[in-house]
Every structure is written in C-alpha cells, then in structure tokens.
C-alpha cells in the first residue's frame, strides 16, 4: 500500500472510529439487549454484536466514500440501523420455530428493540431495518439508507461466514486503530495503561 493511500484510509478510519464512539451509538452499547449480543452466536463465527459493528464500519466506509462524490447521506440514520438492524434475533432459537420465521420475523423484532432505545426513532430508520433482509422478503426499503444496509449486511454476511471473525471488516478496523495506538504510544510517550485502556474497550467488541 502506498503512504498516501495508508494515510487516507487512516483519516477515514479515524473518522469512523468517532462516529462508533459517539453518544448515539453508546447508548446502544450500553443495553441489556446489545451485552447479550455480544455473546449470542451468528452467521457461523461471529457475534450478533461483532457482526452489527462489521455492519456500522462498511456503511460508514460507503456514507464517506459516497460524502466524497458529493451524495450526502443521514448518518445518523446509517449508524442507528447498522447497529440495531439484528437485535431481534437475540433469543432466536428459543423464539422462533425456524431459520426462516427468523428471516422474516426478526427485523420486526429489531424495530421493537429498538424503538425501546430510541423511542422517536425516524421513519427512514425504521423502514431500513424492516426491510434489510431483502431480497429474501419482498418489499425493498424506501430510502438510499436502506439499500447501503442491505449491501453492508450482505457483504459482511458472507465475510464472516465464509472466513471467520478475525478476517471481518471489524476486524480489520480495530486491528488497524489497534497499531495507530501503539505507534503513537512509541512516538509520545503516552503512559501504557491508558493505551491499555483505549483498546480494551475497542477489543471489546471483537
Ligand atoms: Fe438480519
Ligand atoms: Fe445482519
């Protein structure tokens, strides 16, 4: 990779790096309902939890990518049904009779979680979520956010199942602000344990 290629994907990973810390997207983390995530098994590899932030970091590579050209995207929006778009399979094999009322039921089941976190949830999210699962149900979202769903859960679907967690574009991100911490540590002279710190709550996730 070139030096001027490294250092814009930095600028980029900085940049999502902010927008998967922000106050939205803590207070999603900081549920009952994503601390199960965290543990409930999906696509093979993963997490539902691990998967959603897969999720988030590719919708956020295409809304900058796109923010580039110029097409402008509500990011807020893009995040909340990133990280939201599958908490309603928590429980699933207790809930649902098969992996095909999952398919159809869940992102109903999401909506409902999330409206529990956001309870003025906007319309363009709502309608994300519900209809991400296409073309395995029929109709398909309203909104150029929910087409950047579908590809990102589509994409990082296939990712996990076929290579495992540490080959995901989570994985990939996090091992990447992972050795920016520890060149700055060398650099500054940060004290150690807050480098520690830092990326044990990014590690978290992974
Ligand atoms: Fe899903
Ligand atoms: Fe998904």
């Known amino acids: ?3 001027e290629k490294f250092l814009r994907r930095s600028r980029i990973y900085r ?3 902010t927008d998967l810390l922000s106050e939205a997207a803590r207070e999603i983390y900081n549920t009952d309902v ?3 995530a965290l543990k409930q098994e999906h696509h093979g590899h993963t997490s539902v ?3 959603t932030i897969c999720v988030a970091v590719i919708c956020l590579r ?10 402008r995207l509500n990011k807020d929006n893009l995040l909340k ?6 908490l309603g399979i928590i429980g699933r094999y207790s809930k649902y009779a098969n992996d095909v009322v999952c398919c159809y039921r869940h992102p109903i089941d999401s909506i409902t979680t999330a409206r529990t976190v956001f309870p003025e949830l906007k319309e363009a999210v709502i309608d994300a979520i519900l209809h991400h699962m ?5 109709i398909p979202p309203h909104h150029l956010e929910g087409y950047i769903l579908i590809i990102a859960d589509k994409y990082c679907a296939s990712v996990e199942t076929a290579y495992g967690k540490d080959k995901s574009p989570a994985a990939v991100f996090l091992r990447h602000r992972r050795h920016e911490y520890e060149r700055r540590l060398r ?3 940060i004290s150690t344990s807050k480098i520690e710190e830092d990326i044990a709550e990014k590690v978290l996730f992974i």
């Open 1 to 3: 990779m070139t030096k």
């Open 15 to 17: 940049k999502i790096e």
């Open 34 to 36: 994503f601390r199960k």
């Open 49 to 51: 939890a691990v998967h």
């Open 62 to 71: 295409i809304y900058y990518f796109l923010l580039e050209h110029h097409i």
């Open 81 to 86: 049904c990133a990280l939201m778009h599958d």
């Open 134 to 138: 296409f073309p395995m149900t029929p």
């Open 187 to 189: 650099e500054s002279g």
